[in-house]
């Protein structure tokens, strides 16, 4: 599944959503398991201090781990970004990126 925004859900799965968040605030200890054995990448082309925390704390609250990438320490800026993102996916079980608007389309184009 690639979430590039919420245009594509209806206002039912939303709410869904929201209240699966609301459940996992109320009953922390019932979800702390649910990523158990799951990697997160985090993708940073665009810095922000509150969007890394608070992935990188809901991973590790949730039982999984976070792998903080900074873009400029990759070769995303080198490579076909389709080809690292395809790899990248191959090693971990989620990708977060926090990106600027031209690269978007490329990361879009890199479905499996």
Not at 24 to 50: C, E, N, V, W
Request: with cysteine; net charge positive; aromatic share 8%.
């Amino acid at each position: 599944m690639h979430l590039i925004n919420f245009k594509e859900f209806s206002s039912q799965e939303l709410n869904k959503m929201v209240d699966l968040g609301i459940e996992i605030k109320h009953d922390p200890k019932k979800y702390s398991k649910m990523f158990a054995g799951k990697s997160s990448a985090l993708i940073f082309q665009k810095t922000s201090t509150r969007t890394r925390v608070a992935f990188e704390v809901a991973a590790t609250q949730l039982g999984g781990h976070a792998l903080f990438i900074d873009w400029r320490t990759t070769n995303f800026m080198l490579a076909d970004i389709s080809d690292e993102i395809r790899y990248l996916s191959s090693n971990v079980d989620c990708i977060m990126a926090r990106l600027l608007c031209a690269v978007t389309k490329s990361i879009i184009q890199a479905k499996h």
